[in-house]
């Protein structure tokens, strides 16, 4: 009887610490979860947070890690070598002429391409930036970086709610 009870009060604890506990290594939404949360921690200056809006098709979730000076999230291509990892920080070097970014009016966007399988596209605002590289074994076809792109948007951190 004692057993029982003892192993009743240690699963109870157990379930209590995994309910109170944020998630860890998950992947940051456009909402106000834990990653997202975490993620605005890490550059407090900066007005807008890289978020995934939606998992693009072929992909999956890879990792997540956060400091006091950035944060870092990845994707990586299910049936290939292909990879994308999306970077916050307080500030960025960028060369030439930014373009807007479609519903984001204090942000521009800045692309390079090595004309093989790598291409950067950084975004700057208000108190940061963020980098996102894709990385795939050959030269990606325009479409797909579009898609990469319109997967990572962002949140500002006034919408942002702590849980």
């Not at 860890?24 to 949360?37: A, G, I, K």
């Not at 007005?47 to 995934?52: A, D, G, M, N």
């Not at 890879?62 to 916050?88: I, K």
């Not at 307080?90 to 970014?101: F, I, L, M, N």
Request: hydrophobic letters at 35%; charged letters at 20%; proline letters at 10%.
């Amino acid at each position: 009887m004692r057993r029982a009870a003892l192993w009743l009060a240690v699963v109870a604890v157990a379930a209590l610490a995994t309910a109170c506990s944020p998630p860890q290594n998950e992947q940051p939404t456009c909402r106000s979860d834990s990653p997202t949360l975490l993620m605005a921690e890490s550059v407090p200056t900066a007005s807008l947070i890289p978020c995934v809006d939606a998992l693009p098709e072929g992909w999956t979730w890879h990792s997540f890690e956060a400091d006091e000076r950035a944060a870092t999230f990845s994707l990586e291509q299910q049936d290939g070598d292909g990879a994308l990892e999306v970077s916050l920080l307080g500030s960025c070097d960028v060369s030439g002429k930014g373009e807007p970014v479609e519903g984001f009016p204090t942000a521009e966007l800045y692309l390079t391409d090595d004309g093989g399988g790598n291409v950067t596209w950084t975004s700057t605002f208000p108190g940061g930036c963020s980098r996102a590289s894709l990385t795939l074994p050959s030269p990606p076809e325009p479409t797909e970086v579009d898609r990469m792109q319109r997967a990572i948007s962002f949140i500002p951190r006034d919408e942002l709610q702590p849980t």
